[in-house]
């Protein structure tokens, strides 16, 4: 289970859209001025999307540490064997 990352990046993002959901729910029930509930609105919706750029990221960079050592061959490998 360590290596997919698949599974476990998207589980993170679906437990931090839930704590996000939570959160707003929280925020439209104060009665702060719609400046201040808007601006953490943004807050969490930018942290939202940058949680799945690096988990994108992350799920990239495993990915080809994995791929460059399987038992596939490297592109360069196959023009190798066909030169």
């Known amino acids: ?11 993170g993002f ?8 939570l959160i707003l729910r929280f ?9 201040n509930k808007r601006l953490v609105e943004y807050a969490l919706f930018a942290g939202l999307a940058v949680l799945a750029i690096l988990i994108m990221r992350w799920h990239a960079a495993e990915y080809q540490a994995n791929y460059a050592t399987s ?3 490297s592109p360069g490998q196959i023009a190798a064997l066909l030169a």
Do not use: H, N, S, Y
């Open 27 to 35: 925020v439209q029930k104060q009665d702060w001025p719609a400046r």
């Open 14 to 21: 679906l437990l931090a859209g839930g704590l996000v959901w």
């Open 1 to 11: 289970m360590g290596k997919d990352t698949v599974l476990i990046g998207g589980l």
């Open 71 to 73: 038992w596939l061959l």
